[in-house]
C-alpha cells in the first residue's frame, strides 16, 4: 500500500503523522518528498546511507556546427533559449530537459550533458526503510528528485508511507501520482482551513481516495467538520495539542515508538486507514 500524507500548509504536523505511521507499521519503507525541508530523517536517524547523486539534461552547444538556423529557440515551448551574439543560449532553470532542440538541430549543433540537481539518500532505521530527497540549493524544481525517490518504492503489499511537500504545487502532485490512498493533515483553523480545501482539491482531481487526520485539536472550530461533513471526508483522528508530543518532537523522538499512548492511537489509524483504502 502507497499511502501519500499531504498538508495544505507547512508546520501542520504532515512529516510528524508520517513518521509515526511508518515507525507503528513496523516493516514499511518512509520517503521523504518534502525535497526542499526533509525532516523526517532527523526523527529516524537512517544508518548505513548511501547517497545517489540526481541529475537533469540540459543542452550544450557547439559554435562551430551552428548555422544560427534558431529552430532550437522556435521550437522550445518554455522560452528556455534565446539567441544572442549569434549564439544559442540556455536559461538552465527553466529547461525541462525535454531534448527537443537537440532533436530538431539540423546541422547536429546540439548535445547533452547533465546537472547535478539534488540527491536521494538510502538507509534503514530497525525495520523502517528511509529514503530521503534532498534538492540542491538554488535549484527552481524539486520534481526529478522526487521521481528517483519515489523510484525506490517497493513493488510489494508492503506499507510505503510518502511524505509529499506542503501545499498543491507540480512537486505535490509528482509525490501522489501513484499513491493508493491520501491521507490529509489539516488544523482547526480559518487559515488552516483554507489550504486543507486546496490540497482536497487537488486529490479529487487525481481520483484520490481520501481521509483526514486533524491535528492541534483543543479548541472549538467547527468549520474544519462542516466541511468534512459536506464533503463526505472522513475524520480518521484528532491528535491533541499536547505538551508532551512538543516535548518528544523538540527531543527528535517518534511519539509511536516512545509512548505507549501514541503508539496505540497511530496503530489503529493505520488500520483505519486500510480499512477506509478496501486494502
Not at 510489494?156 to 507540480?170: F, N, Y
Amino acid at each position: 500500500m502507497k499511502l501519500a500524507v499531504l498538508s495544505g500548509k507547512g508546520g501542520t504536523g504532515k512529516t510528524f503523522v508520517s513518521v509515526n505511521l511508518a515507525a507503528a507499521a513496523g516493516k514499511a519503507t518512509y520517503i521523504d518528498c518534502d525535497v526542499e525541508e526533509p525532516n523526517g530523517r532527523l526523527f529516524f536517524k537512517p544508518e548505513g546511507l548511501t547517497i545517489k547523486t540526481v541529475a537533469v539534461k540540459q543542452p550544450a552547444f557547439d559554435a562551430e556546427k551552428c548555422t544560427g538556423c534558431r529552430k532550437c529557440v522556435d521550437f522550445c515551448r518554455f522560452n528556455a533559449l534565446v539567441f544572442l551574439r549569434n549564439k544559442p543560449m540556455v536559461f538552465s532553470e527553466i529547461c525541462h530537459s525535454c531534448g527537443g532542440c537537440m532533436a530538431v538541430c539540423p546541422s547536429g549543433a546540439v548535445s547533452e550533458t547533465e546537472k547535478p540537481v539534488g540527491t536521494v539518500e538510502c538507509g534503514r532505521s530497525g525495520d523502517v526503510r528511509v529514503i530521503t530527497g534532498c534538492i540542491n540549493l538554488g535549484e527552481p524544481s524539486g520534481v526529478p528528485i522526487i521521481r528517483e525517490a519515489l523510484a525506490g518504492a517497493p513493488d510489494t503489499e508492503e506499507l510505503t508511507v510518502i511524505d509529499c511537500p506542503p501545499g498543491s504545487a507540480c512537486s505535490v502532485m509528482e509525490s501522489v501520482q501513484a499513491a493508493d490512498y491520501c491521507l490529509l493533515v489539516a488544523e482547526p483553523t480559518a487559515f488552516g482551513l483554507h489550504n486543507f480545501k486546496m490540497v482536497f482539491e487537488l486529490a479529487g482531481l487525481l481520483h484520490k481516495p481520501c481521509g483526514v487526520v486533524v491535528n492541534k485539536t483543543g479548541g472549538e472550530y467547527s468549520a474544519l467538520d462542516d466541511f468534512c461533513r459536506g464533503h463526505g471526508i472522513p475524520v480518521l483522528c484528532r491528535i491533541p495539542h499536547s505538551e508532551k508530543l512538543a516535548a518528544l518532537g523538540a527531543d527528535g523522538q517518534i511519539a509511536a515508538l516512545d509512548d505507549g499512548e501514541y503508539a496505540g492511537l497511530f496503530q489503529i489509524l493505520l488500520k483505519d486507514i486500510r480499512k477506509e483504502a478496501g486494502l
